[in-house]
């Protein structure tokens, strides 16, 4: 990669590098607006706009000043790749006419918001070693994984109206919860998870009846963010036979607020697991479609020192992000900018890379140690857990900053 | 219930009496706006504006002029069941000024729409006779219904994007279907099925953590249509464990154009089934909360005549809306205006009364005869399926019309 040299000063070894930029939404006042993460600072579209540096470009003036990214992802990505490639243009010209023009912002002084209007949220199932260890855990050892798993990208259709940015805290849920060998009671739940997650977000529109390859899907996925599943395994454990799991994960999903894009992930791209049997030819692909992605998740206990519960990689997925959308629209289901799809929980194959609590505790009965002498079987009141995640290759960073989210108590209903 | 005149002429028996007025979205040319169905007309409500009706009245100019009815239902359920009386007493007015003034359009000259913009779509499975129908088919006969049945509103998400509105056509989708004892195929459903459902449309917004009760849910509902949740069974059987159905049914789901407020359906209140065992504390109401809604499906061959092949009752409903907006929030999962909760199939004790195609035929075992001596296990191409319902008591008629949807041959992939 040609090294790329920025006027904002930033440590090699930060997320949001030249290389990356990064979308998001971001308010200093109650305006919220488009901006660009670089280095720790935010770039401010609207007010590199105003300074006239998209004068060769032809969009709506206000673009840059919207509630969502959605509009702005509507322009399209050859659009959207050449507002990128402009504004590391104006970074890497030591003397851009933009330098002192006030357009970054420190982003330990703006709000974050969440970056885009979800229309419909699915989350898929897409990791074997998770969907192993679940199937162990809550059906059967011996046939873990269901006889459908290598052929289908297993999903289901979540909640898109609980989906937070980082630093909304999340209030522990009551739920319907069927202890042992005693009828079902109303309790706030026991068995509070995250699931360490990635999601695409749509970056084009596709009609009812229309269907997309696996050479073709990759053109409606504009980026990636971080993605937290909440979930309440002992209300899930309850309610999702026969329909899948609903109230378990519908009252909290938490992302990370800036928006990789595609572009920026291009290079970190690898070769996924073989899949045997050979999938149905509409899901079969050609070149490398995983990404090597480093994922972490920390546990920080009220006004503690964080300990690193997990560390994964995205590259582990079974099924990959194209073969997920071909799958997804191979009945004709429209999808729409904005829409989310994530990957199911990220879990590799040693008992340090699992994704979720249910995993590292092995439904509790292993308790994990953190730094500060305490366990957990799962996540506690006032815990933040945090995810990270950054890919990295010859020295080159792009990296999608966190998501970090408090557990509040329930509250008394 | 008080007679009420309406110098709009029709028949008694005709769905849009006065007594009903539901609202929808219509167009006679590119211009979408807000009408009320009243005999075989469309109330006009920005016609009515402008001409004067709504001078009592305090909001925007321009509410009537909508893609949805999302905004006009903000106004609130004290402004719009206002709205609702106000026309009412227009149209009961003999003398009524605004009579001769154009606010009538046929209803056979005008385009209806998708009444709502949706943002999450939840499928209920709340009839006891079709969960243990579908138990007996797909799971074992001798325990049909599920151990959590009778304690939890049991539900999961669907696909909002492809709800479409009577009328348009559904493409026979293509999915992955698994042959008694071979590899699974990629191929058109051979198992293509409706499903009689009924839909409530969200009326009022929650924030995240706040929960419902079950005396204050109904308030947070504006009004309901008919459901079509198109399903293809085959696709279902082979996806659906463990997560629950997916491609199966988010292909489409049709629903009537016409949404019949609660207002209109107070009258038509009843007793639902005794729940046994009692339900946890938080799902127990009081008052009639089901309703007597009289259900039949049609299906129509190609330049056919139409066969009823089924005849049901909203009234069957084991679990009310109440209560399963009640559970649906009791996590402290947000609902949006213009969100759909669906009730899942309505099925009655009688076989005539079956509200699908699976247990009509008995999965396809059982063979159901039309009036041309044609037969259908499922739904051939070409077939028309017509949903219709309708509350009546005392000589009052409130209906919601009629959902419609041809069958369309799969398209070469």
Not at 143 to 151: I, K, T, Y
Not at 289 to 302: M, Q, S, W
């Amino acid at each position: 990669m040609t090294k790329i040299n920025c006027w904002v000063d930033y440590n090699e070894t930060c997320d949001f590098t030249i290389y990356n930029l990064p979308f998001g939404i971001f308010s200093t006042n109650s305006e919220k607006r488009v901006g660009v993460a670089i280095g720790d600072k935010v770039l401010d579209l609207e007010a590199l706009n105003q300074s006239g540096g998209f004068n060769d470009f032809n969009f709506d003036e206000s673009i840059f000043i919207s509630e969502y990214l959605n509009d702005f992802i509507a322009l399209g990505k050859e659009t959207t790749t050449r507002i990128r490639l402009a504004v590391q243009a104006i970074l890497a010209d030591e003397t851009s006419q933009f330098k002192d023009s006030g357009i970054l912002h420190d982003q330990d002084k703006v709000k974050m918001h969440l970056p885009v209007n979800v229309g419909d949220y699915t989350d898929f199932y897409s990791s074997i070693e998770h969907a192993t260890n679940v199937g162990m855990m809550f059906r059967d050892p011996e046939n873990a994984l269901l006889p459908n798993w290598r052929h289908i990208p297993v999903g289901y259709h979540g909640r898109a109206s609980s989906i937070v940015e980082s630093g909304v805290p999340v209030t522990r849920p009551y739920g319907q919860l069927k202890p042992e060998d005693s009828p079902p009671v109303y309790s706030p739940t026991k068995r509070l998870d995250f699931e360490l997650e990635m999601a695409f977000i749509i970056g084009k529109q596709t009609a009812l009846g229309q269907t997309l390859t696996t050479q073709t899907a990759e053109d409606y996925i504009f980026g990636q963010v971080l993605f937290n599943d909440w979930s309440a395994r002992d209300v899930q454990k309850w309610e999702y036979v026969p329909l899948g799991p609903f109230l378990a994960k519908s009252f909290a999903s938490s992302i990370s607020p800036w928006v990789v894009t595609m572009d920026a992930l291009d290079s970190f791209r690898i070769d996924g697991p073989k899949q045997q049997p050979e999938v149905l030819p509409y899901l079969r692909y050609e070149g490398p479609k995983n990404f090597d992605i480093a994922l972490e998740v920390g546990i920080t206990p009220e006004n503690g020192a964080e300990t690193v519960v997990s560390k994964s990689n995205f590259k582990y997925m079974y099924w990959n992000m194209a073969q997920q959308l071909t799958h997804h629209t191979m009945n004709g289901c429209p999808v729409n900018i904005g829409d989310m799809m994530a990957s199911g929980t990220i879990s590799g194959k040693d008992k340090g890379s699992y994704g979720s609590m249910l995993e590292l505790s092995w439904a509790g009965k292993n308790p994990v140690q953190l730094n500060d002498g305490s366990t957990r079987t799962f996540i506690n009141d006032l815990d933040t857990v945090t995810m990270r995640g950054h890919a990295e290759k010859d020295g080159v960073r792009v990296g999608f900053g966190s998501v970090a989210t408090q557990v509040l108590p329930a509250t008394a209903n």
